[in-house]
Each structure stands twice: as structure tokens, then as C-alpha cells.
């Protein structure tokens, strides 16, 4: 799945609902599911369900790969959507690609989220 922080549409409402979509139309399509009433209890959702992707058997998808491309513009610098990406980042089947746009970018995240979001930097100019 693809996002892009630059887009004024992007928040985290719809990339829970997106993530949640795609868990039931994939993954949990015969196990019934009960209706989440708040984007909290959507996330609590897709995080439970990504968890057992990685611990049981039965579910063929083992990973799944979300890129964010420019992850330090718009809404997604706000430290709820930082808090949440870190959260999903930390759940072994979630595999979090993301691009930035400013070298400073790492003073964003808490020491927290850093150690959550584990992540690995390489330098790609593209001028």
C-alpha cells in the first residue's frame, strides 16, 4: 500500500480505514468481524490482526508493505500520526518503507520511536 504525506487527503483516519479495508477484504474475509465504531478501535484492529499474521499458520500473507513518501510534510509530521506509524512499524508482518524530504528529518521522532521504527537510512539525493 501506498500513501503520500504530501497529499492534503492523507490523515489517519483514511490510512487506518485503508489498512482495515484491506484486512477484511483479504485476510480475514470469513471470520466475522465486528464493526469498529472509532479510527482508535479500527487501529487496535489492523494492529491485532497484523500481530497474528506474524505468530499463526493460518494466514498465507506473512508481510505486508506500506510505503509513505514524505513522511516529514503535511499531517503526517504530527506526533499522533508519527506515534501510530512507530506502533505499526514495531509489528513484524508490517514492512514500513518511507521516504523524507528534509535532512533534518530525524528530529521528529521521540527516542521512543526511533527504537520502534528501527529504521535503516540511505541517503538518495535526487538533485
Not at 13 to 27: C, G, T, W
Not at 56 to 82: A, C, N, R, T
Not at 90 to 110: E, Q, R
Request: proline content about 2%; glycine content about 4%; hydrophobic content about 40%.
Amino acid at each position: 500500500m501506498v500513501t503520500n504525506g504530501y497529499h492534503s487527503g492523507t490523515t489517519i483516519k483514511a490510512l487506518v480505514k485503508e489498512l482495515e479495508k484491506f484486512l477484511k477484504e483479504y485476510i480475514v474475509k470469513y471470520k466475522r468481524v465486528d464493526k469498529a465504531t472509532s479510527t482508535q478501535e479500527s487501529f487496535e484492529f489492523v494492529k491485532r490482526i497484523f500481530n497474528e499474521m506474524s505468530t499463526e499458520e493460518k494466514y498465507e500473507i506473512k508481510e505486508f508493505y506500506l510505503i509513505v513518501h514524505s513522511m516529514d510534510m503535511g499531517q503526517l509530521k504530527g506526533p499522533e500520526w508519527q506515534e501510530m506509524l512507530a506502533e505499526l512499524a514495531a509489528i513484524p508482518a508490517i514492512k514500513l518503507i518511507v521516504t523524507v524530504d528534509n535532512c533534518k528529518s530525524g528530529v521528529l521522532f521521540t527516542d521512543h520511536q526511533l527504537d520502534l521504527f528501527n529504521f535503516v537510512c540511505v541517503q538518495a539525493d535526487t538533485f
